[in-house]
């Protein structure tokens, strides 16, 4: 096999159980849930129905399909339905088809409430996932939907009618790895990684390296904080405290940050970088989210790290613990005395 | 769907997400956006894209009461949605000059007009002012220089109720 043949294998078509994927299913769909019900909630309808027609600027899909304003009572409509969704794509169930249709609407929606005035980068990676995880076999293991597979095909060889299961889908084996569970997990990891690039590559297209000095990360924070302090009421306490840090100090986040940023799809060649990139990118939200004040929710709770946990390594270890577990009693009720 | 992808198929579509994740930030914001503006999911993340100076402008509103205490007041009183928006909408309306700053000067004297129970640490404000003021973030966060550099009365208008006189200009 060549060399490009074998690179190409590794990174972007791995052999992987169908473990990770549904993993990456379940937490997406109860943050989802979680996240956007309750307070969430009624900010989400209040800022997309009740602010001026003026301020309406629509973008992406929204603006592709030429969509109008929604009325409140099909916004809302369609908000519960997502919230409805996000349990029913959590637990797996008809994911064929409910997987598909759920990443449509959380994306329409989330590209809904970015027309209002101003773009929230903190919901490009939400809003991207949904559709991928949504178009994936990401239920055919540890989902109601490959139970209820192994409890039809049960019944149709006892000899009864299978209903339902063509609608189903397949059951995959956790425990068996195939590259069509791989690949769609590299390609969640690629974008996620890809959108931090994207970030590196803006900063270094404006400033080229002097990105790294940490001039424009500090001209950043106190931009951030005079909107705080002015329109918001109040900065983070921590802002005046930077502007006394050494500068060596600024140089090391700004420099580091960048080059998190711009290497971050390197994880995809090698799953150990994984562990060092979700430390580094929890670092860099807290961080970010400590001095500037700004909530990348999904990050800060490490939930966008989730693609790039070898849950299938886990899942194996838990097995083989259940099975010693299962085996040392019995071990010690055959030992001699 | 992606199951049903033989090795080819995903490798295209492998492709095709990454370079959409990747063209904003590599062949400009028209590539998403007719008009250049920044778009959803795909960006090109406009924030970095700019270099900031080290002294900056701001729009922001603020009251006064009768004896010239200064209120800062928050976006709440004039958006539906976060702080974000407010900001954004502030400065696209003194982009547009069409009068909607004043309009906003006017919402928000007239929600301090109604004396609510929430505005309530506001309730002595007697005149809404829309400005444009300059900070050094450097010298105002350390103390050094708390004032604006320099303020740029946009929009001013009375709270109903109060014995302002209505008007704009600069200071």
């Known amino acids: ?337 | 769907m992606f199951d049903r992808l033989g090795r080819t198929g995903a490798l295209i579509v492998i492709l095709v997400v990454g370079a959409a994740v990747l063209a904003p930030a590599l062949w400009g914001a028209r590539v998403i956006s007719p008009k250049g503006r920044d778009s959803f999911p795909l960006s090109w993340y406009p924030m970095f894209s700019r270099e900031i100076k080290e002294t900056i402008l701001i729009h922001h509103v603020v009251g006064f009461d009768s004896e010239g205490n200064e209120y800062r007041l928050p976006y709440t009183m004039f958006t539906k949605g976060g702080m974000n928006e407010g900001r954004a909408r502030l400065n696209r309306m003194a982009r547009a000059r069409s009068g909607k700053l004043r309009a906003t000067c006017k919402t928000v004297a007239g929600r301090l007009g109604q004396k609510l129970e929430r505005d309530r640490e506001y309730h002595a404000v007697e005149r809404v002012e829309v400005v444009l003021s300059r900070y050094n973030p450097r010298k105002y966060f350390t103390g050094e220089e708390p004032d604006a550099i320099r303020r740029t009365v946009k929009a001013r208008c009375p709270v109903p109720g109060g014995a302002v006189r209505d008007g704009g200009g600069s200071r």
């Not at chain 1, 299913?25 to 602010?51: H, N």
């Not at chain 1, 039809?152 to 000899?159: N, Q, T, V």
């Not at chain 1, 690039?197 to 270094?204: D, P, R």
């Not at chain 1, 790039?308 to 613990?321: A, C, S, T």
Request: proline residues 5%; contains cysteine.
């Open chain 1, 1 to 337: 096999m060549s060399l490009v043949r074998r690179l190409i294998d590794r990174a972007l078509l791995p052999e992987r159980t169908p473990v990770p994927l549904a993993m990456i299913r379940f937490f997406f769909g109860a943050w989802m849930a979680w996240a956007y019900s309750g307070r969430v909630r009624t900010g989400f309808l209040r800022t997309c129905t009740q602010t001026s027609l003026d301020h309406f600027e629509p973008v992406g899909v929204v603006n592709w399909f030429g969509v109008e304003p929604l009325s409140e009572a099909m916004l809302t409509g369609w908000y519960d339905a997502m919230l409805v969704l996000s349990v029913l794509f959590a637990i797996g169930l008809w994911h064929r088809i409910i997987g598909p249709l759920y990443g449509v609407l959380v994306l329409f929606l989330l590209t809904y409430r970015n027309c209002w005035g101003f773009v929230y980068h903190t919901d490009n990676i939400l809003a991207m996932q949904a559709v991928l995880v949504g178009l994936s076999p990401a239920s055919d293991a540890l989902s109601v939907d490959s139970w209820l597979i192994a409890h039809l095909e049960r019944r149709k060889a006892a000899g009864h009618r299978g209903w339902g299961l063509d609608l189903l889908g397949t059951r995959g084996d956790p425990t068996v790895a195939h590259w069509k569970y791989g690949w769609p997990v590299q390609l969640i990891v690629l974008m996620i990684t890809l959108t931090y690039s994207v970030a590196a590559i803006a900063k270094l297209g404006a400033q080229g390296l002097q990105w790294g000095t940490g001039h424009n990360l500090l001209g950043h924070i106190g931009l951030n904080g005079l909107w705080y302090e002015f329109i918001a009421g109040d900065a983070k306490p921590i802002t005046g405290q930077i502007f006394e840090w050494p500068m060596w100090v600024m140089n090391v986040l700004a420099a580091g940050s960048l080059g998190l940023e711009l290497f971050a799809p390197l994880v995809l060649l090698d799953r150990r970088l994984a562990v060092l990139f979700i430390l580094a990118g929890l670092g860099l939200h807290w961080g970010i989210y400590m001095t500037m004040g700004i909530p990348f929710v999904y990050h800060l709770h490490g939930y966008v790290y989730v693609p790039f946990v070898p849950w299938d390594w886990l899942y194996d270890g838990w097995r083989r613990f259940q099975a010693w577990r299962a085996r040392a009693p019995a071990d010690d009720e055959t030992a001699p005395s």
